[in-house]
């Protein structure tokens, strides 16, 4: 399975090393930016990612780090219209058979299978993906009709029923098409699902001017603005039909024909008494409701249409990408505009959490990742894959522009510059069990640590948690647990005696386990020590995965 390696000190492997893996490989010289990170600081693997490679070896790679921290995830697959002729080779290893998929192999509109080459080609991707969401999180998938109803039911199967939050409806265009020969198509599908629809909270929208414009106080009350509602409903178990006396002198024997009160009598005179109802200018009108502005909720609750106004259209999404790259513009069809993933971010994500977008494009994501940082001293994170070739050229490309400056913007922070660093990474060549037991090729420890702690766990830790935290091998806590890893990356010291668990540190672990009433799990080539002895000490014993020890 593959994995992710930086060319300095910080790695991220897959969460298998029984079959070959690819290393990312972040270049120093790519990194963007002021600040940007150094791969051999120790800080690359914490920082902002653009990954170049195939997303399912990528997201498979990304598990052991991230598994379970993912806030929100964003992806913007093929839409499969039959014009894309993206190709379908998954699963395909025979250099023969990928370059005969490469030149007979597109999905196209021909292709009476495209449909389920696409739906062959999402499943493993979302379940990956949601197994990188956090409990809390949310997917956002744009799509179009081509296959929004089959990706409905792709993501019933995967996320289930329950946890479908909504199908948001995006305005794309600006202008209707005139030559269309049916409709004229404006818009798109956002499909959201939460990873557990009970933990998901969705965030509320900043109230804007023209909200707040809704409100007066046209009796200066104390209370401040306010505005009317009606009192009658349709609801049949509303409080009834009865007459109201107005303060001028009106009667109003009951509520609108085929309506209801919402009060009860004695609660709508509490609420007179309270001045919280409007009786009109005369005091003769029907009655209604004051909703205080200062007692709604301080956003607004989302709604399912997003104009191009509120969010940005593709044109405009294009101007800005021209504004990046002025003398190079990139011929991208289906740019999403920056307001569009700050809308979705305002949403999902809290100022301090990590956003992934697996099919990367022109790199949106990240741009929008750091303008809302910018905007609002936020530190949230991004991690984008792309498999194209114009993943350096295009994708971090754009993103090192808006992180130093782009001159020609109409933005005053983007012609400032947005900060911010990245590593860029690539996706190397497999390595095998063969190089690993020779020791041509032998992850290193934190690298290790990661791939056991959430092989063993599920658990996904950082850098910080998976460094020595004594000289007994300590790597990481998690509850009443502590893990240990007898390890280095060589050979030489792989087949040693001191690469053996043995009794004297065996009890040194059991002396830390009765003090802390905890229990230990440690990770070892070997042990001089029998299982029921350690039993009986509290710590349970796993060989790590190769056959590295053969003392000789």
């Not at 809390?136 to 039911?153: C, K, P, T, W, Y």
């Not at 999403?336 to 100022?351: F, Q």
């Amino acid at each position: 399975m593959p994995t992710l390696e930086f060319k300095g000190k910080q790695h991220i492997y897959a969460h298998h090393l029984t079959v070959p893996y690819r290393p990312l490989a972040p270049d120093a010289d790519r990194s963007a930016g002021p600040g940007a990170a150094d791969p051999g600081s120790g800080a690359a693997a914490d920082d902002n990612l653009i990954i170049h490679g195939d997303n399912l070896h990528a997201l498979k790679a990304l598990l052991p780090r991230y598994a379970g921290r993912v806030k929100c995830v964003y992806i913007d697959p093929p839409y499969n219209t039959g014009n894309e002729g993206w190709i379908y080779n998954d699963k395909v290893n025979s250099p023969l058979m990928k370059a005969w998929l490469k030149e007979n192999g597109p999905v196209d509109g021909e292709d009476l299978e495209r449909h389920d080459k696409w739906l062959c080609m999402m499943w493993p991707r979302l379940h990956l993906l949601k197994e990188l969401l956090a409990d809390d999180g949310a997917i956002f998938v744009s799509i179009d009709d081509n296959e929004q109803h089959h990706l409905r039911m792709l993501m019933d199967e995967i996320f289930g029923e329950d946890n479908f939050v909504a199908t948001i409806v995006w305005e794309k265009v600006y202008a209707p098409k005139s030559n269309a020969k049916y409709f004229s198509e404006n818009h798109d599908f956002i499909v959201v699902y939460a990873k557990s629809k009970g933990s998901f909270d969705l965030r509320l929208l900043p109230r804007t001017e023209e909200a707040d414009a809704r409100y007066s106080n046209p009796d200066d009350d104390p209370r401040g603005p306010w505005k009317s509602s009606d009192l009658s409903a349709r609801n049949p178990y509303s409080r009834g039909t009865y007459a109201i006396e107005c303060p001028g002198g009106r009667v109003i024997k009951a509520p609108p024909a085929g309506n209801f009160w919402r009060y009860s009598e004695e609660k709508f005179w509490e609420l007179d008494g309270d001045n919280r109802i409007w009786w009109g200018r005369d005091r003769n009108q029907v009655p209604a409701i004051k909703r205080f502005l200062s007692e709604v909720k301080q956003g607004l609750v989302a709604e399912t249409i997003w104009t191009y106004k509120e969010v940005g259209h593709t044109q405009e999404a294009k101007k800005t990408l021209l504004q990046v790259f002025p003398d190079d513009f990139p011929d991208f069809t289906t740019v999403k505009p920056v307001e569009l993933l700050t809308r979705i971010m305002g949403l999902a994500m809290e100022e301090d959490s990590i956003i992934l977008d697996s099919f990367a494009g022109s790199g949106t994501t990240a741009h929008a990742v750091l303008a809302l940082n910018k905007a609002d001293g936020g530190d949230r994170k991004f991690i984008l894959v792309e498999c194209e070739d114009y993943a350096d050229s295009i994708t971090a490309e754009r993103v090192r522009r808006v992180i130093k400056g782009v001159p020609k913007a109409k933005d005053a922070a983007l012609r400032e510059g947005l900060g911010g660093s990245f590593a860029y990474c690539t996706l190397g060549e497999p390595l095998d069990a063969e190089a690993m037991l020779t020791g041509a090729n032998l992850p290193d420890r934190s690298t290790l640590a990661a791939w056991l702690l959430h092989t063993a766990t599920g658990v996904s830790a950082g850098p910080a948690d998976l460094e020595p935290q004594n000289d007994d091998g300590l790597f990481h806590s998690e509850g009443s647990t502590d893990y240990y890893l007898l390890y280095r990356p060589d050979l030489e010291w792989l087949h040693g005696h001191d690469a053996m668990f043995n009794e004297e540190r065996a009890k040194r672990i059991a002396a830390v386990n009765r003090e802390g009433g905890r229990e230990a799990v440690v990770f070892a080539p070997g042990k001089y020590i029998a299982q029921r002895d350690l039993t009986a000490l509290g710590i349970t014993f796993c060989q790590l995965p190769y056959d590295m020890h053969r003392p000789g």
